[in-house]
Structures are given as structure tokens and as C-alpha cells.
């Protein structure tokens, strides 16, 4: 699936568009571009970053796991109903797989680099954490993936074929990145170089930043907290340190230029009849409950200016990353995890309900309403107290390929396979690693092995 995008600005920066994977490395020091800015600093470097994560997440990865979660129906014939009915092969994630390595990850590991060097504190720790979250989506996608030895590009020791790190230990690695950057974040030395309007997604709010960083780790605890009550008191401390409301939401707000439009946005421009929101499975389940965000999800209506309704495809609609709704929803269930009660994790759930209602802009007697009738954990017991929980957590998490490990880790909501007897559990490595990198690609199918946590 090709992901369709234009990120205007790239532009000036050709020199930084290295493969970090083993893809294209073997290129790096053949290919100079005689037109490269022969130094970058990172204040060009993070709008790049922050840019390709929101349209790598947006494009192929949204549209890849919200066809296996069934909130999107793939149609018409089309690329998009093989992926539905999970006729996905290697060459699939061919173009992803460098979206995420070269446009995202090298590029970040670049500005990192340069901002430890020129002691840019801020920019350090803003690389560090966006790293943090790039690796722990993609690891919940693949499992074991190449880190410890990939963007060796421009080290003059190029490693060509680089290892696999087990998933488990990444998880370690992606903590310890959020260490750090913490640490740089509250630096007194923020640096000569601070960011400001060039960070998108917090205006250079170091506060902020280091929130973003602890709901990364709520996340990384509470995926390992099924059966383990320690875990989820991890990820309740850290749930805690994180965004406390709407207003901290981790996202990305495209632009309303053409060149500079949201994915989903550009998606249903160029291939309207590929993929609709109203045969989904999440639209029949959200009119059976009569749901008030139904229109707010419907990618597939237009007004008669032909502008999208949607609060997901107009054209400066977000990538939304970690929100506060997710905060809130992940807490209920660490709450329930750790042994607490049902009256206190029913306030949170109640919590992320209304936050994602209010994002969504329905009306406080609507919410009241809604709450009214689907509001209180009345399940007997604590799995199927969570289950509650998933049910409306997939509601909200529309589009966030967080969705897929939510309905992996805890089965919720009970999915009908569309082909065959199983729903993918992974993602297959791309057909150019399996190329260029074969004696170090585990060997994988769409359902085995399944991510350490899925259990």
C-alpha cells in the first residue's frame, strides 16, 4: 500500500532522506547529493520528524491495522479488501517499512546526534522521546526488530546487516530513551537552541514532552500487565505523570494546504471507493448503541461543498498519537489489574468517555446521556470489567494503531475473522529485508510468533 503524502518541506533537506534499515545503506556514501545542506541543525531537523511520524502512523500503518480491527471495511475490489480479507504478502510493508526507518527514525537518530553535540538539550529530549514512541509502535506491529545496529549510515562503519533485537529488550531500550530525555527535558541548560513554532506537535513545552513520556511508558507496563499485578502498579505511577487532559493530547495537526494534508485526507481523495467507515464492524456496533460520535467517524460523508464532515479526514485533521482519553481508559484497567474497585475504575472510565466525546465536540447533555446508559462497570467480574472497558477504549481509539494491541491483549471486542479462522497477530517483515537481509529475519507468519505481550 503506497502511502500517499507530500511533506513540502522535505525539500530542503535531501541529505537527510538515509536509509537507516539494510535496504539502501549500502548506497549512503555513493550517492552524495551535490545540492545537500552540508550541515543541518536540529530546528530544521524535528519539523521533519514530527511530519513523517504523523504520516507513516496516518497512512500505511492506520490503514493496515484499522482494516485488521475491522473499524474500516475495505471495498470495490480494491488493494484495500485483499489487506480486509488478509491476503497480505512481504512486498506489502515494502513501502512502510523505510517510512519508518529513513524518513522517521534516521532522521531523528540524526537530530539527536547533532543536538547532543551542540548540547541542544531540548532537542535532545524531544528526539529521545519521539524515538521512544516510533519504536513502540513499530514493535507492537513486528515484534523483534533491527535498532542496536541500524543508522550506522554516516558513522563511516556501515553495518549492512544488521540484528534483530528481541522485542522484550526494546521495550527496555524505548524506557531508557524516555529516561533520557526526561533528564534533558529538565535540564537547566536547555541549550542555544530551543524549539518553538517549529515543534508541531507541543510548541517546544518540555512539560508537555515529558508527559508524552510517561504515557509511553503506561503503555509499555500496562501491555505486561495481564496477570501481573506489579506491572500495572507501573503503569498506573506512570499513567499518572501524564497528560491530564484534553490539552495534552500528543498529536499532529496538518496543515490546510494540499501538500501539507492529512493522510486519511489524501487517502479518500485519490481512492474514495477503496475503503468506507459504514460497512465496518465498529459502524454497525456504533449505530446499534446509537452512539453520538457515528457522524464524527464517517470518513465516507461529505457536505455539498464536497468537504468531509469527519473529524478524521479533513484535510488539517490530526494524527493523534497518545490522548488523554487513552490516559484515562488505560487507567480504569490498570485499576481493575492491580486489585483496585470497581467504583474507582468506573471514574476513569466515565473520564475517557467524556474526553473523547468532548474532543469530538458532542454537547455535555449528550455525554450525560450516553453515560446514563453506558457509563457504569456493572460486569461481575474483573475480566469482564475490562472487557467493558476494551469495548468502549475501541470506540475511541478510532484510526490509532494502538487499536490492534488493545483487541490483542485482551480479546475485546470479540471479532469475526473474514477469511479463514484467525485475525493477523503481527505484520510480515517487508520483501526487501527478507532481500537484503535474510540470514537475520525471524521467520514469521500472520499469526506466529505472536508479540511477547499477546497472551
Request: charged fraction near 15%; aromatic fraction near 12%.
Amino acid at each position: 500500500m503506497k502511502l500517499y503524502h507530500k511533506i513540502s518541506f522535505l525539500v530542503i533537506l535531501p541529505g537527510l532522506l538515509i536509509t537507516a534499515s539494510c535496504k539502501k545503506t549500502f548506497f549512503t556514501d555513493q550517492n552524495i547529493n551535490p545540492n545537500a545542506l552540508a550541515a543541518v541543525t536540529p530546528d530544521l531537523l524535528l519539523p521533519t520528524v514530527e511530519a513523517a511520524l504523523a504520516y507513516t502512523q496516518g497512512g500505511d500503518i492506520s490503514r493496515f491495522t484499522a482494516l485488521l480491527t475491522q473499524q474500516m471495511f475495505g471495498s470495490n475490489a480494491s488493494q484495500s479488501q485483499q489487506y480486509y480479507n488478509y491476503n497480505l504478502n512481504p512486498g506489502a510493508f515494502d513501502n512502510l517499512w523505510p517510512d519508518l526507518y529513513t524518513s522517521t527514525m534516521e532522521n531523528d537518530y540524526t537530530m539527536m546526534k547533532i543536538a547532543d553535540a551542540g548540547g541542544f538539550n531540548r532537542y535532545g529530549g524531544i528526539g529521545r522521546i519521539l524515538m521512544a514512541y516510533t519504536l513502540q509502535m513499530s514493535v507492537d506491529l513486528w515484534g523483534d526488530l533491527p535498532y542496536s545496529q541500524s543508522f550506522t549510515g554516516n558513522t563511516g562503519n556501515a553495518i549492512l546487516h544488521p540484528i534483530y533485537d528481541k522485542a522484550l529488550g526494546l521495550y527496555d531500550t524505548i524506557a531508557s530513551l524516555i529516561n533520557v530525555g526526561t533528564a534533558l527535558l529538565q535540564s537547566p541548560n536547555a541549550g542555544a537552541l530551543i524549539p518553538g513554532a517549529n515543534d508541531v506537535i507541543y510548541k517546544g513545552d518540555a512539560g508537555k514532552w515529558i508527559a508524552f513520556g510517561h504515557a509511553i511508558k503506561g503503555r509499555l507496563a500496562l501491555h505486561q500487565s495481564k496477570g501481573n499485578p506489579a506491572m500495572a502498579a507501573t503503569a498506573l505511577n506512570e499513567l499518572a505523570k501524564a497528560m491530564s487532559d484534553n490539552s495534552g493530547n500528543a498529536q499532529y495537526i496538518f496543515g490546510t494546504k494540499e501538500t501539507d494534508a492529512n493522510a486519511w485526507y489524501q487517502f479518500y481523495r485519490d481512492r474514495p471507493a477503496d475503503e468506507n467507515f459504514t460497512g465496518s464492524t465498529l459502524a454497525a456496533t456504533m449505530l446499534a448503541r446509537n452512539d453520538p460520535r457515528y457522524g464524527a467517524f464517517d470518513l465516507d460523508s461529505t457536505g455539498s461543498d464536497g468537504k468531509a464532515f469527519s473529524y478524521y479526514n479533513k484535510i488539517n485533521s490530526p494524527v493523534e498519537f497518545i490522548t488523554f482519553d487513552e490516559i484515562q481508559f488505560m487507567t480504569a484497567e490498570g485499576v481493575l489489574r492491580n486489585g483496585g474497585s470497581f467504583v474507582a475504575a468506573t471514574a476513569f472510565y466515565q473520564s475517557a468517555i467524556k474526553a473523547n466525546m468532548t474532543k469530538l465536540g458532542i454537547d455535555a447533555t449528550t455525554i450525560q446521556n450516553y453515560l446514563a446508559a453506558h457509563g457504569t462497570l456493572t460486569a461481575s467480574s474483573v475480566d469482564a470489567a475490562i472487557a467493558q472497558i476494551a469495548s468502549e477504549e475501541y470506540i475511541a481509539l478510532f484510526l490509532n494503531p494502538e487499536v490492534w494491541t488493545l483487541w490483542r491483549r485482551t480479546g475485546t471486542p470479540v471479532l469475526t475473522s473474514v477469511s479463514g479462522n484467525s485475525i493477523p497477530r503481527r505484520l510480515l517483515y517487508p520483501q526487501t529485508e527478507l532481500n537484503y537481509n535474510a540470514d537475520n529475519v525471524p521467520a514469521v507468519t500472520l499469526f506466529q510468533p505472536k508479540i511477547f505481550w499477546d497472551n
